[in-house]
């Protein structure tokens, strides 16, 4: 039986998060830039609730830049895990494999991105479901003999 709805699935998925590295990465240099770093220390010091509360621009710059490699990390590896459940369901050699690698995927896209990753998530967690619930269809040999060809009625 061939597994291309999973494929198909799976590699949706994939392609989204690698998207979303893009997107982090791209946030991340941005944050990187003196000019928007200014930017948002401007904002912070004429945001009134800001000022009352003490928030440091400087700190809530530093959170965004490491919150973002925390982000790529957990993203890379559900991609990573993905890949790998790919190959395990290719010509349906281990599909209970490939089905647990892409909950695992989906376990970590999902709770390490805090939903931000739905969309991966979902798309694995169906592909996963469909590796676990669909069977390899039985063909019976027609030229095989059994003993009780001759049996009575």
Same mark, same amino acid.
């Given at each position: ?9 799976? *590699? *949706? ?11 982090? $990465?791209?946030?991340? /240099?941005?944050?990187?830039?003196? &000019? ?11 945001? !009134?609730?800001? &000022?009352? /509360?003490?928030?440091? !621009? #400087? ?25 790998? #459940? ?6 349906? @050699?281990? !599909? @209970? ?5 892409? *909950? &695992? +995927?989906?376990?970590?896209? &999902?709770?390490?991105?805090? $939903?931000?990753?739905?969309? !991966? #998530?979902? $798309?694995?967690?169906?592909?996963? *479901? ?6 390899? @269809? ?7 003999? +059994? ?7």
């Amino acid at each position: 039986m061939k597994r291309t709805a999973e494929g198909v699935l799976t *590699i *949706i998925g994939i392609v989204v998060n690698v998207l979303m590295i893009a997107g982090a $990465l791209f946030l991340g /240099a941005l944050f990187e830039d003196p &000019a928007v770093q200014q930017e948002m220390e401007m904002e912070f010091q004429n945001d !009134p609730a800001f &000022a009352d /509360a003490g928030v440091d !621009p #400087a700190m809530v710059t530093d959170l965004f830049a490491s919150l973002g490699v925390f982000f790529n990390v957990v993203v890379i590896i559900s991609t990573v895990l993905s890949i790998i #459940a790919l190959f395990a369901m290719k010509r349906n @050699k281990k !599909p @209970k494999l490939a089905g647990g690698l892409l *909950i &695992a +995927s989906t376990l970590v896209v &999902a709770v390490g991105t805090v $939903l931000l990753g739905w969309l !991966p #998530a979902l $798309l694995f967690l169906i592909a996963a *479901i469909m590796c676990f619930v669909r069977k390899p @269809k039985v063909v019976e040999d027609p030229y095989a003999h +059994s003993d009780d060809e001759m049996r009575p009625l």
